[in-house]
């Protein structure tokens, strides 16, 4: 130790080794060419780029070529022609170095150790290069060993690509379809609601038929564009109500009730109109409101969205700050807000929007079940907030909606033929950021809500909502890359209408064939699903009452212990931080539910669940969840090997391969079909191998030991106090093995 009058002498020692040069592998030295889908064409290169481990905070990675195509940027490394250690979920479209145009987030270049956000032209070009996902990937490239000329041209190839605004025909959609015109439209039992029998067989499957009409009105478009083809509205509207005002005004049907109550939505008439057509259209409302309120249709609630429910720009807001949360650089980022975690989150809004959300699902579903009443959603549109309520209230109100088949139906009735705007929406184009919003997105997390409070009622997994939020970004389905049926009518010919084939055939994204091989698919299917049971003949003709409980306890976890504290050991630290089990804020909030809401949902809350009936969110505080799979799985310090809800399943699908063996022993006629539900069982054998993130993340290498922002650990017991508090850093990392 050195005396009080003595100085600590100078470090001499100096580095001529970058850390790159430490821990680097050799640049590859043969030839790695991408692997190219049909249509898609090679565009700028650069070898010797040297691409990070995310995670690692040393700067360890590996060289390799980074390219940019028409469809994707890619990252090619020795290890990328290899088949060894592949991912037992792999996608196989997009591979882990891959990531689509549409993808891209945001570009930063780093130059001096500063990063800048990278637009349009550039004058300087970046030693490293970070690329932000929308899927919350984080890449780090160096290219200081890049040739000079090479750097110029990946930079602004990947910057022109990605970022700049460009034609909807020069969406790599049109490439591949035009290249493959031969894809195999595999709609796998999923209703695609472009046909007037589509309609038809929905509303007789939902006892509507009395009282809606499927109409042809709008065939050729002469309604309105932003109209499908073909839709439902009441019997008792007439063809020149539908055509006087383009379709506004109109109550358009989403789903019948079994008690007879339906679920309509309207789009308003614009609010900036002269007094005589503000009364001329009030007149038409009022004559609408009367003819589908007397018998034989039930009472009629309206409920305008746009003052109900957060805006569009909200809820943009709300999202951007909250996926900052999860794009990170590296494990010292990481762990520097993680005391701050909960005020954080807190600040984003965005499991408040979601809280509020499912919320007013629950009241539209109220009306529907127990009071026995219509209810009109209204939005400027219809194509936005009317979209996320309807899907809820089927999910949570129809079975079959629950089903994985079901679910995709739903998603092409009210989303896709319904006129949601996802090429705005998502800002596949790059062309307004004034218009992006993601609308469909919060739907996802709203349904994962339910499926994580039921997991037996699904009969797909969080898994599947993953890949499916992941697949918004994916152009080589026509899904999520139109506006309207009109748009994408209008496109296949790439002429006109009366075109009734063109050259170009789309692909549905519900054919999961294209991008997962058999044993990955079943990872989208929850074996722990309470299929159905088939009617007994004999109980056909009985009384349906509104809610047939079965006599056994849900599955879901009982509410968690109201004991504070961040956690009790390490392991188990981040998750219960994460999944917001103890965010006491959110529980008082300024808007409560009113007394009949409260009646009707706790009431509900009180008996067991009957997971082929009326499902009701959990939505107080704490019980409204972050979508960790989703969130947190390119993150390596949330993940716990070994442990998580997978590990639970890899026991329970042990014993269910047992059984199955068995039955397939007692009854061979059988074999068959039962052997062809366990090909995922084998997968997860060995569990204390696998991450509590699994299948997204498997193998991954435990991330460095953190100088923890805490500080001691008893402080750490009330965490109302502890989001208030300034940090104090303590390094543990001596304490910890």
Known sequence: MLGSGAKAAKPSFVSYISPEEIHIKEPIEKEVNPRLLPGELLLCEASTVYKYIQEDGANRGTYGKLVCTNFKIAFLDDDSTSDDNEPQFKNKI?????????????IYGVYDEKKKLLTGQ???????????????????????????????????????????PKLLKRLFLFSYASAAPNNTDGRNQTVMFDTLEDWRDELERTKGNAKYKAVTTNEGYRVSEKLPLYFVVPICVSEESILKYEGRGIPIWCWSCHNGAALLKMSAFPKEQDDSTSQMQKAFLD?????????????LKMDDLSSSLPSLQDIQTAYARFKQLFLIDNSTDFWATDVKWFSLLESTNWLEIIRRVLRKAIEVA?????????????????????????SL???MMDSYSRTKSGFQSL????????????LDRCNHLHKSDKEEAPVFLLLLNCVWQLVQQYPPAFEFTETYLTVLSDSLYVPIFSTFFFNSQHQKDTNVSGESLKTQSGPFRFLTVWDWSVQFD???????????????????????????????????????????????????????????????????????????????????????????????????????????KVWAQRY????????????GTIATAAKILDLMEEVQSLQVKMDEERSQAISGDVHSVPMLRNSARLSSLFPFALLQRQSIKPALPTSTWKDLEDEDDLVKRDDEFVDLSGDMS
């Open 94 to 106: 997009v591979g882990e170095n891959d990531i689509t145009l549409q993808c891209v987030d945001q």
């Open 122 to 164: 550039l004058r300087k070009y970046p030693e490293k290069l970070i690329i932000y996902c929308k899927d919350l990937r984080v890449f780090h490239f160096c290219l200081r060993y890049t040739k000079e000329e090479e750097v110029k041209r990946i930079v602004s190839g990947i910057v022109h690509h990605s970022q700049t």
């Open 287 to 299: 004559g609408i409101y009367k003819t589908i309120s007397k018998p034989p249709y039930e009472l």
């Open 366 to 390: 109220e009306c529907l079940e127990r009071q026995h009443t219509n209810v009109l959603l209204i939005e400027e549109s219809a194509t936005d907030l009317c979209c996320v309520i309807s």
């Open 393 to 395: 209230v089927q999910v």
């Open 411 to 422: 998603i092409q009735k009210e989303w896709v033929i319904g006129g949601h705007g996802f």
């Open 518 to 624: 058999p044993k990955a698919q079943a990872f989208l299917n929850n074996p722990l699903y309470a299929e159905k049971p088939k009617p007994d003949k004999s109980q056909r003709k009985t009384t349906r009452f509104k809610h047939q409980r079965q006599l056994s306890l849900p599955l879901t976890q009982t509410k968690s212990s109201t004991k504070r504290g961040f956690f009790r050991e390490e392991t188990d630290h981040l998750i219960k931080n994460i999944l917001g089990k103890r965010i006491g804020k959110f529980i008082n909030s300024s808007d409560e539910p009113p007394n009949s809401f409260r009646e009707f949902y706790d009431s509900w809350h009180s008996k067991p669940v009957d997971y082929h009936g009326l499902l009701l969110p959990r939505i107080d505080g704490p019980e409204i």
């Open 632 to 643: 947190l799985r390119w993150i390596p310090e949330a993940q716990l090997h070994g442990g």
